[in-house]
């Protein structure tokens, strides 16, 4: 447990060394320059204002959080499903991937609006919206990992008499975990964005309604608070990918 814990300090301190001096630059650029505080705060006034609107935060962060997970559940159920689909009938590839892609040229800032219109503003357009953000880059790394299986276990296994749904659960699936977790940690990380941006568009409650109303009130600090924080929702949602691959691969972990 130590021997792990100070491997893990010492993978981290670059980066936590790197953040840190970037934080300091920014208190000392703002403090050596007087810059007004209405323009840009200090990290440390945005740390004290973070502090003092804690309990509003926290109520305006559990929406957000809600609405990210209920949309990438979604956003997984419906990717394993349609890849699934893909690798028992390969056709449907060339049928529904051009669609799929066609759906992500789409610009998020004019689906917004029209989501919630077509469904109010309460969660259901915050899911769908996450959903179809992280829709495609699970679908693609599912569909790739079963592909990625190696040819000679899949004939060996049905020279052993397994079904194609025998070949699929112990050759193909398995194979397709390393891309599923990669998928799966860079949707995460769009997920809190778009649960953001999708409160931007309409919403009672959650962060980007903080946000906008933070800006609207000229308090950069409040926003840059807000921003922190999700920043820190996405890192430990980002960190739960990590563990739950860690724990899901064994003989992946050296």
Not at 144 to 166: C, K, N
Request: charged share 15%.
């Amino acid at each position: 447990m130590k021997d792990a814990l100070q491997r893990a300090v010492s993978r981290a301190w670059p980066a936590l060394a790197a953040v840190a001096g970037l934080l300091l630059a920014w208190e000392l650029g703002c403090r050596l320059t007087d810059m007004d505080p209405a323009t840009l705060p200090t990290p440390t006034r945005v740390l004290e204002q973070g502090w003092l609107a804690r309990d509003v935060l926290w109520r305006n962060l559990l929406p957000t959080l809600g609405a990210t997970l209920a949309g990438f559940a979604l956003s997984l159920t419906t990717a394993f499903a349609f890849a699934v689909a893909i690798d028992f009938a390969p056709p449907l590839r060339r049928a529904l991937f051009p669609v799929f892609v066609i759906s992500q040229t789409l610009p998020l800032v004019a689906i917004a609006p029209l989501v919630v219109l077509w469904f109010g503003f309460g969660l259901l357009p915050k899911i769908l919206l996450v959903a179809l953000v992280t829709f495609f880059p699970m679908l693609v790394a599912l569909v790739d990992g079963f592909t990625a299986t190696e040819p000679e276990i899949a004939r060996l296994l049905r020279a052993m008499g397994a079904s194609r749904r025998g070949v699929f659960l112990r050759a193909r699936l398995p194979s397709a975990l390393p891309f599923f977790f990669a998928g799966l940690r860079i949707s995460i990380t769009y997920a809190v964005v778009a649960a953001i941006f999708a409160e931007y568009a309409g919403a009672a409650r959650g962060l980007g309604i903080f946000i906008l109303n933070a800006k609207n009130n000229f308090r950069p600090d409040l926003v840059l608070a807000a921003v922190a924080l999700s920043s820190a929702l996405t890192l430990v949602l980002f960190g739960l990918a990590a563990l739950l691959q860690h724990l899901a691969m064994p003989w992946r972990r050296t």
